[in-house]
């Protein structure tokens, strides 16, 4: 019953802000018969004014999906970008007063008590929550300008709400539809729940800070405000106040005198340090939670916000993406179809010449070509087409990692049109792969793995006279004590080598 009652709601706030029409831009005559039908409603405002409207009152899913739309200029009109962009940063905040309450519920304490000069106007206001100013007494004396986050009031039940429906539409796509099961809609709405989970409880997105903060500690590229611990609850979070220049507005950055082709490439090394060295990265990098430091200390360097969602990687997953993106920055497509075949996202009997050249066709065209020239969301697009053809496996846990890649190139586009993904990347993606693959990267792990193997290596004597005992008892033929001192020899052989390992693991340790 709950979801047809969301069910309704959507239907109806389509049909006020007139979505009928946008879908049915090419039938005319049902267009009219709608309009006849629907006489009430008033569509005077733009499409892009509407679109923005109905998507404010259909919650903070449908809000955050605005977002995203809102970086492709290349995929939607110019008029509903420039409407959607809005939902940035400008949904329209909650009162003063139940901001008040909020932060009495949170403190035990009057708003006074806590802080000074809090600004009750919303500095910004988003989907999930709001940011007000103030100023945090210290000890000392002094006051630390700080950025309170505090969370809509009732919104985790309106996102229980779409999630349910979303839930429940994943359902009949993956029965109804053919490729239903292969797409995994179930688990990518599981995995976007949880993440939804993640932000509505603000203590977890400000340890998401504080993790972000100690990956770039000492970056000249990045800075992460501080969290301020003391003060941070599910309901509110209190971190260090930053000032920038929200990232779209490439005008002030080029009058600051930002150097906007390196920010660009900038952009992508962070973007890539964050995914393959940490595998740990932003994954709601829409403009509005991207500033650019104009400050003489800081100058040039980004600035990130808002770290409700978060996208983690594990080890294998870094290396077979970045197999993947060498093999297609070298156009060496036979290595993807390899890779997806070792990988087992498609069948094993996949004919890996067949997949190659489906690969080719898709991407060939694109190289070479600035970000202008190109659309990364139709690349996947046509990929996902081609895809189907082979029952490659949809991968819930990369479902954000591509929103994100889809969102940094609607941010490269918007910041230097001119700016090659591809060459940018490549360098940062050859140098990781050789980290992780050289001998830099054996030592490394022979390091990490020197304390167990100095708690082992005492202990090998006694191994090898056990393995001894056991191997004299269980032969007593000539032909099976053979047979024992052959195996006797392999198990000498790996017990030495345990043994050397053990040594060099221990001088590395030591040295």
């Known amino acids: 019953m709950r979801h047809f009652l969301r069910l309704f709601k959507i239907s109806r706030v389509a049909l006020r802000y007139g979505f009928d029409q946008l879908a049915l831009e090419r039938l005319p005559a049902l267009r009219g018969l709608l309009a006849a039908l629907l006489f009430w409603r008033d569509l005077s405002a733009p499409r892009g004014e509407r679109l923005r409207l109905a998507l404010e009152a259909l919650g903070p899913i449908f809000v955050k999906f605005g977002q995203m739309l809102s970086t492709r200029r290349d995929l939607i009109p110019a008029d509903i970008a420039d409407e959607l962009a809005r939902l940035q940063d400008q949904v329209p905040p909650f009162g003063a007063g139940e901001v008040e309450a909020t932060l009495i519920r949170a403190f035990g304490k009057p708003v006074e008590a806590v802080f000074h000069n809090f600004e009750f106007d919303a500095a910004a206001s988003a989907s999930v929550a709001q940011v007000h100013f103030a100023e945090l007494p210290q000890a000392d004396g002094s006051r630390v300008p700080v950025a309170v986050k505090i969370l809509r ?306 202990q090998l004597p006694r191994l090898l006279l056990q393995v001894l005992e056991d191997q004299s008892a269980a032969h007593t033929t000539r032909q099976a004590q053979a047979n024992s001192r052959d195996r006797l020899l392999v198990t000498l052989n790996v017990l030495l080598l345990a043994a050397g390992l053990a040594t060099v693991a221990a001088l590395l340790y030591w040295r």
Request: glycine content about 6%.
């Open 153 to 458: 009031p009732g919104i985790s039940s309106v996102i229980a709400h779409d999630v349910g429906l979303l839930r429940a539409a994943a359902g009949l796509v993956e029965r109804l539809f053919a490729d239903g099961k292969r797409l995994r809609p179930l688990e990518v709405v599981a995995e976007f729940e949880r993440h939804l989970e993640d932000e509505l409880d603000l203590m977890r997105e400000a340890a998401n800070c504080s993790q972000l903060r100690r990956n770039f500690a000492g970056s000249a590229l990045l800075l992460v405000p501080e969290v301020h611990w003391d003060w941070c609850r599910t309901e509110v979070m209190v971190m260090e106040r930053m000032d920038g220049v929200p990232v779209s507005q490439v005008e002030r950055l080029r009058e600051a005198g930002i150097d906007i082709p390196l920010l660009a490439r900038a952009g992508v090394e962070i973007f890539f340090t964050q995914v393959f060295r940490d595998g740990f990265f932003h994954a709601d990098m829409h403009p509005g939670n991207v500033q650019v430091s104009i400050a003489p200390a800081h100058k040039g360097r980004y600035i990130a916000l808002d770290f409700g969602i978060m996208g983690t990687l594990s080890d294998s997953d870094k290396q077979y993406l970045a197999i993947n993106f060498i093999a297609f920055f070298r156009r060496d497509y036979r290595r993807v179809a390899t890779a997806h075949i070792e990988s087992g996202w498609v069948p094993r009997g996949t004919r890996v010449d067949e997949l190659e050249a489906a690969i080719r066709a898709v991407c060939e065209p694109v190289f070479g070509k600035p970000l202008k020239d190109i659309s990364l969301g139709v690349v996947l697009l046509q990929l996902f087409r081609a895809s189907r053809r082979f029952n490659v496996d949809v991968q819930p846990q990369l479902v954000l990692l591509q929103k994100t890649l889809l969102n940094v190139e609607g941010l490269g586009r918007q910041l230097y049109p001119e700016l090659d993904l591809w060459q940018t990347a490549k360098p940062f993606l050859e140098r990781w792969m050789e980290m992780q693959l050289g001998p830099e990267s054996f030592f490394r792990r022979m390091e990490q793995e020197a304390p167990y193997w100095i708690d082992v290596l005492p």
